[in-house]
């Protein structure tokens, strides 16, 4: 048994104790543990690794802006032991066979666990595509994505989903209510997706919430989630939506789908975050090249990077005392986890060991041209941010003082 050692968060409080692990898991949590290897952090806390269900690693189709090792080395010193990669790769993940060449491209490359999404395309086979760990949906268009429309199609693939058991998730803005407009700035792109387009599409799922596991990706305002408490559906928001607004001096650096809203509304979500009322905090890590942001508004593409800033970015608010460490655990690691059916996102016997080892008195800076995504930017520059001093993926050190120190140790998940 190897044993990790440090300021736990267990019932309720932080605390001094011991994670005994074997092959991978989590075998005992006791005050005091004798083991093999001893990994002794004293004062420091280890917590669960998050678990990221929205990231846009680019592999296979356009790795100039990020590829799957890149975006889990992110991932790893974000203190993200797990991620769910989306399917608007390309070719998009919309066919058993892609899905097949996905895996095979993305084996073995990984620097932390992962599960695939499968796109939902008016002629996607669900039942030819169980080797997805879920399914995703578009109801807007978005960076390469692939639209369902209709609502044949719609009623389609929810039932066919639900018969299927697995998650789907869903990006939800409604395209009708998309305008096309000329685009200048962040307040521009907040009015050509307005939130009404959001509302509408969450307002199309709720009768299929009793036959399927829908969870609804990234909402961008408080009005959202009023539609969803109690509904039955999990819902993600992002960081940036939570820290970020059109307000901002961010011009394409800012431009995201669903756009960021305005102050008043970030304040809210961060809020309601801040109150456990959002399920699942999700950083929708869009990579997209520098230059392709410097286009100019119109033509830049949408999407931030995220991965690596969000859980750290989050941790450092629960050290400034905005946010109770419970709350950041239950949204960033343990409803994830149960969401979509991973044995992560808790330190508890039984659990996979992945474990995240943070100084609480080291608030570092974002910076950039530090991070590990290729796409080499963020639009959190110069916020404050805990980053992990260590992960352990399934028991393996795999990162200690921003050196790596084990061979890429990540592996695809169970299917759900
Ligand atoms: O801003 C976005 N970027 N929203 C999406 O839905 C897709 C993403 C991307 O892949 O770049
Ligand atoms: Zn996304």
């Not at 005091?32 to 004062?43: P, T």
């Not at 356009?62 to 608007?88: I, R, W, Y």
């Not at 491209?105 to 620097?111: E, H, K, L, Y």
């Not at 992560?344 to 039984?350: L, M, R």
Request: charged share 25%.
């Amino acid at each position: 048994m190897d044993v990790v050692e440090g300021r736990l968060f267990l019932e309720g409080r932080l605390q001094k104790a011991c994670v005994g692990i074997e092959e991978g898991r989590i075998v005992k949590v006791k005050k005091v543990l004798r083991g093999e290897e001893h990994h002794d952090f004293g004062e420091m806390l280890v917590l669960p690794g998050a678990v990221d269900p929205h990231v846009h690693f680019r592999d296979p189709g356009q790795t100039h802006k990020e590829d799957f090792s890149s975006g889990s080395l992110s991932a790893l010193f974000g203190g993200v032991t797990c991620v769910l990669d989306m399917p608007n790769t390309l070719p998009p993940v919309i066919d058993a066979q892609t899905l097949e060449e996905k895996r095979l491209v993305v084996a073995g490359r990984s620097w932390v666990d992962y599960g695939l999404f499968a796109g939902l395309a008016p002629r996607t086979k669900i039942e030819s595509m169980s080797a997805c760990h879920a399914f995703k949906v578009f109801l807007g268009s978005s960076t390469h994505s692939v639209l369902l429309q209709g609502d044949d199609e719609l009623k389609r693939v929810m039932r066919e989903v639900g018969a299927t058991g697995k998650v789907v998730s869903v990006h939800a803005e409604e395209e009708r209510l998309l305008r096309r407009m000329d685009e200048h700035s962040l307040r521009d792109h907040e009015e050509s997706r307005p939130r009404e387009a959001e509302l509408e599409a969450i307002k199309r799922l709720l009768p299929f919430r009793g036959t399927t596991r829908i969870n609804v990706c990234h909402i961008s305002c408080l009005e959202s989630l009023s539609l969803l408490r109690g509904s039955g559906m999990t819902f993600e928001t992002t960081p940036h939506h939570m820290l970020l607004d059109s307000s901002m001096d961010l011009g394409a650096w800012g431009k995201v789908n669903p756009p960021l809203r305005r102050r008043a509304d970030r304040e809210a979500l961060l809020a309601a975050f801040c109150r456990g009322e959002v399920t699942m905090l999700a950083t929708d890590h869009a990579p997209h090249a520098p230059e392709e942001k410097e286009r100019g508004f119109g033509e830049a593409p949408s999407g931030v990077p995220g991965v690596e800033t969000g859980f750290s970015m989050m941790l450092a608010l629960v050290k400034r005392g905005h946010l109770s460490l419970d709350v950041l655990l239950q949204a960033a690691c343990a409803a994830p986890a149960r969401t979509f059916g991973l044995n992560k996102g808790e330190i508890a016997v039984g659990r996979e060991a992945d474990l995240v080892v943070v100084d609480p008195r080291e608030m570092r800076t974002v910076k950039g041209r530090e991070l590990h995504s290729r796409c080499g930017w963020t639009p959190f520059e110069g916020r404050e941010a805990l980053f992990p001093r260590a992960v352990f993926v399934r028991g393996t050190l795999a990162m200690e003082e921003g050196s790596l120190v084990a061979e890429r140790p990540g592996r695809e998940v169970p299917h759900a």
